[in-house]
């Protein structure tokens, strides 16, 4: 923790070197379009579904990077000097972004925390809420979420480019539109399941299991640090035996050593979900979660 601030504060200083040298301007100068900084991938899954071809989109987290840990360079943080829209998740996910935007000076910044106006779930774990804050910051990780943030989004689109307002507008309810249809479609699947359980690498799905009345247990915790106890390990094997658990599902970016060893001891199988916190086998938002609902749904069945 204490190398990461080291590694932050270094950046902003160096930063401050550069904005005495930068304006910010209302459109990016080369092709006319705003300039939109991200800090993650479903921040640009969202952003891309609104602004389309009337944005350019700088993505602050690599793709292959784990968000939770990522702490921007100065690189990083030059992209947001003369950017027209600056889009977070919030909720304790991106923990660099206050420093981060005291120190730079651009006073047409929008800042989107897109999380904002959603209803959270706390986060209950006392080691994690030290380290992170009090909330799930899986948000994006739920249509309901997802909803949400692409409507903060778009009005801050809006408000960049008032003039645009109609196509945003029209691109958001195509959005929405989707996001309902899917939630619709799969809202009516799972009240046909009696089981509602399934098992999860990291504890990323609280919102998509209130989206739909089911229940994760995971290997991991929200934050995905650490590994889990010889007890935790014996109470997930207990809960997958018991609930006849037939896949553990795995992420990326978390290590799935623990929930090979879980699966095998239970005889399930080990499938990879979509957390979509880095673009993953080239899917859009809409398509990483109608598969991460077909796959829980094919689970309980």
């Known amino acids: ?36 900084v991200v800090s993650f991938n479903a921040m640009k899954e969202f952003a891309y579904a609104i602004g389309k071809d009337k944005i350019n989109i700088i993505n602050m987290t690599p793709n292959g990077t784990e968000p939770h840990d990522f702490e921007p360079k100065t690189r990083d943080i030059e992209a947001l000097v003369d950017a027209n829209v600056f889009i977070y998740n919030g909720l304790g996910m991106e923990s660099w972004t206050s420093k981060t935007l005291k120190a730079i000076d651009n006073r047409k910044l929008i800042i989107v925390e897109a999380s904002k106006g959603a209803h959270i779930i706390k986060n209950t774990n006392s080691d994690e809420i030290k380290d992170h804050g009090e909330y799930d910051p899986h948000l994006w990780i739920s249509l309901k979420g997802a909803e949400v943030e692409a409507k903060n989004i778009k009005n801050a689109f809006v408000k960049a480019d008032s003039k645009n307002k109609s196509f945003y507008e029209k691109n958001y309810n195509t959005f929405k539109n989707q996001l309902d249809e899917l939630y619709n479609s799969y809202s009516e699947k799972f009240k046909t399941t009696k089981n509602k359980n399934f098992v999860t690498g990291h504890a990323a799905f609280a919102y998509l299991c209130r989206d739909f009345s089911l229940n994760q247990q995971s290997v991991e915790d929200v934050f995905a640090e650490g590994e889990p106890s010889t007890r935790r390990l014996s109470e997930l094997t207990d809960f997958c035996k018991k609930n006849k658990v037939k896949t553990v599902f795995v992420e990326d970016m978390v290590s799935p050593k623990v929930s090979n060893t879980l699966a095998k001891e239970v005889g399930a199988k080990v499938e990879k979900i979509y957390t979509i916190e880095s673009k993953e086998d080239g899917k859009n938002y809409i398509e990483a979660m109608k598969a991460n609902l077909e796959m829980i749904y094919d689970s309980l069945k």
Request: glycine fraction near 2%; include cysteine.
């Open 1 to 36: 923790m204490y190398k990461k601030c080291l590694i932050l504060f270094i950046s902003i200083c160096m930063l401050f070197s550069l904005t005495s040298c930068m304006n910010s301007s209302s459109k990016d100068s080369s092709s006319g379009k705003i300039k939109v």
